[in-house]
């Protein structure tokens, strides 16, 4: 299910972007329930550096799609992957850095 978000959001977000030249697609998210500081997150980015992110750690790749897309508590997400909460905690906290500085840079 956090994969078909991911790729609903990404598509609508192209659509938009192709719609209107530059225009860019942004989503407002609450900082409390998604693994980035910033509130307004450009969608195809986020998927481009998750691409990237897959590319070397596909683990980690996946717990943002259900932490971040899925809304998956870091228990849920446990139980989805059959791995421990600290494991889900601890390379969760490692993605939203590295993606932190994926989309920082950038800008």
Avoid at 68 to 95: C, H, M, N, Q
């Amino acid at each position: 299910m956090s994969r078909v978000m991911r790729q609903v959001l990404v598509d609508h977000a192209r659509a938009q972007r192709a719609a209107k030249r530059d225009a860019g697609c942004r989503v407002e998210l609450r900082t409390e329930d998604h693994p980035l500081q910033a509130v307004d997150v450009d969608v195809i980015a986020l998927d481009e550096a998750m691409t990237r992110l897959a590319s070397f750690d596909p683990s980690m790749c996946q717990i943002v799609e259900l932490r971040y897309f899925g809304g998956l508590t870091v228990e849920d997400s446990a139980t989805a992957l059959g791995v421990s909460p600290a494991t889900i905690k601890r390379e969760w906290a490692a993605a939203r850095a590295w993606l932190t500085r994926e989309l920082t840079s950038g800008a």
